[in-house]
């Protein structure tokens, strides 16, 4: 009799144990419902194993960094930031964000560097292509943050921001990093980003011919909405850019990327703007036509140098040459940096979220006898992708295919797009003045992403009165980005020089 009660009785433990599992298991699963939160469209798809891509952010600083100030300022800031307090969770099969604990030291990396090293901005750029074969660890919030106090010709220290472009997309997150920062000149002031111009439209037409305007607007963006859609459907479908020294065969995705940037003045910039009557952007886009033209004319045949009264040069490009830049676009307006702040502050909410759409921006490769004639040609694609719904169009595609396919076919499109496109194209607006991250004041800040199927990614970021040229590249097909890095520096020198001439000409300086 004693063995069989006692047989009961453990069979009665066993029992008990195993309600109490299942209670907490249902436990368990009630809280992850009620405090997971799904991952935007956008975000599953930057999740899939061909466009799984992270974003970095290189922030050069003018004194070494303190490693314990920098933990301590995230504390009060980026940590109390939703995103960066989740981590990825699955259940079912189901991708969620769940609140977690942060522990900083666990996203702070400090390594240990040999000060004195002769070639540290080597050591630097090694430092981040190793990064961009590392996986970032999904057992905790996906961002890290290395310090390297590292001298360099332009900063004496390096920071840099290592974050999964599922958080969000790279707007809303330099939007962030510089909701971290506080004016240098005012510690408790946040970063001033330029005003964006209002129309006057007090100055617009009236009447009948407001009338004829109107229609005549959006006629020209609907014709130009089709028009875009058509393409990025063929490009998804078969239309494939021209092999060329700067397009990236199968696999490029995966191969570590050298990062880069170089520092131009803004200032030069905003002259070639004024002077040709258009915006910054544009002289961007020309700038970066120019520089790649210069770039493959210089891989197809013999060096060359171009300048305004240059009649004879050799020509050794191909003709007609397809090469596009896939640009992502925010569909929704991004929250100000104050409401960032706050955000991290008072745990108040903000519009957050990865809701992009994919436009495709031709780059025409040519060479020019009259160099502003790229910016032209750059200021009319601009123009004409301004009047157009593709990045709409496109995210509510992408929006409709993940909830009716799922995800894995919205990330086969968006290799497609991607890989059958050169390049990745960014221009971010930054602060007009020094800012300091926790006390340490930014000599540059220089982002840029990887993990997509190309080889080229150029990205523009300005700060102050310079400009950041940004390239990542696959040094097995690019194997020189600093050559390319001098064409685009190069052909804005050019423009501001034939500017500068034209305007002496019209007695514009004495």
């Known amino acids: 009799m004693d063995i069989i009660t006692e047989i009961q009785e453990t069979d009665d433990q066993v029992e008990g144990k195993a309600k109490n599992n299942d209670a907490e298991k249902a436990s368990q699963s009630s809280i992850w419902k009620e405090k997971a939160e799904p991952l935007s469209p956008v975000s599953l798809v930057f999740h899939e194993p061909r466009t799984y891509c992270c974003i970095i952010a290189i922030m050069g600083c003018k004194t070494k960094l303190d490693p314990g100030v920098v933990k301590e300022g995230l504390k009060h800031t980026l940590i109390k930031h939703p995103r960066f307090s989740s981590k990825l969770e699955m259940n079912g099969g189901k991708k969620r964000w769940i609140q977690t604990q942060v522990n900083v030291e666990d996203h702070v990396r400090v390594p240990e560097v040999d000060i004195e090293m002769e070639c540290s901005t080597q050591y630097i750029e090694d430092y981040i292509s190793n990064l961009t074969t590392t996986p970032i660890d999904l057992s905790k919030p996906l961002w890290e943050l290395h310090l390297l106090?590292?001298?360099?010709?332009e900063a004496e220290a390096v920071g840099i921001l290592r974050i999964h472009h599922s958080l969000g997309d790279g707007m809303s997150l330099i939007s962030l990093l510089l909701a971290c920062c506080r004016k240098s000149s005012n510690p408790e002031a946040l970063p001033t980003l330029p005003k964006t111009k209002q129309t006057d439209h007090s100055r617009n037409p009236h009447g009948l011919f407001w009338v004829f305007f109107a229609i005549?607007?959006?006629?020209?963006?609907?014709?130009?909405?089709?028009?875009?859609?058509?393409?990025?459907?063929?490009?998804?479908?078969?239309?494939?850019?021209?092999?060329?020294?700067?397009?990236?065969?199968?696999?490029?995705?995966?191969?570590?990327?050298?990062?880069?940037?170089r520092t131009v003045s803004l200032d030069d910039i905003k002259l070639v703007k004024d002077a040709m009557g258009m915006t910054v952007n544009d002289v961007i886009l020309g700038i970066t036509q120019a520089g790649l033209s210069r770039y493959l004319n210089r891989k197809y045949g013999e060096p060359f140098l171009p300048c305004s009264g240059a009649k004879q040069?050799?020509?050794?490009?191909?003709?007609?040459?397809?090469?596009?830049?896939?640009v992502l676009v925010n569909v929704r307006p991004t929250a100000g940096i104050q409401a960032l702040a706050d955000m991290m502050k008072k745990k108040s909410k903000a519009k957050w979220g990865n809701q992009i759409g994919y436009i495709c921006i031709p780059f025409p490769i040519a060479l020019r006898d009259d160099p502003l004639d790229y910016l032209r040609g750059a200021k009319a694609i601009a123009d004409g992708k301004k009047q157009s719904l593709e990045s709409l169009v496109t995210y509510l595609t992408n929006k409709f295919v993940i909830n009716l396919f799922g995800s894995k076919l919205s990330g086969i499109l968006a290799y497609r797009v991607l890989f059958n496109t050169t390049m990745s194209f960014s221009n971010v607006v930054?602060?007009?003045?020094?800012?300091?991250?926790?006390?340490?004041p930014i000599a540059f800040i220089a982002p840029t992403v990887y993990g997509h199927p190309q080889a080229l990614t150029c990205h523009f970021q300005s700060y102050m009165n310079k400009m950041s040229i940004v390239v990542a590249v696959d040094p097995n097909v690019i194997p020189d980005p600093y050559l390319l890095c001098d064409d685009i520096q190069e052909s804005l020198k050019i423009f501001k020089d034939v500017v500068l001439t034209n305007l002496t000409a019209k007695g514009a300086f004495r």
């Open 430 to 440: 930054g602060p007009v003045e020094e800012i300091s991250f926790y006390g340490h």
């Open 149 to 153: 106090n590292l001298k360099t010709p």
């Open 216 to 261: 005549w607007s959006t006629l020209r963006l609907i014709l130009n909405t089709i028009v875009d859609i058509f393409i990025f459907v063929a490009t998804v479908l078969f239309l494939k850019d021209t092999k060329t020294p700067l397009k990236g065969s199968s696999g490029v995705e995966h191969n570590p990327k050298r990062i880069l940037h």
């Open 313 to 326: 040069r050799p020509d050794n490009l191909p003709k007609n040459i397809r090469l596009r830049a896939t």
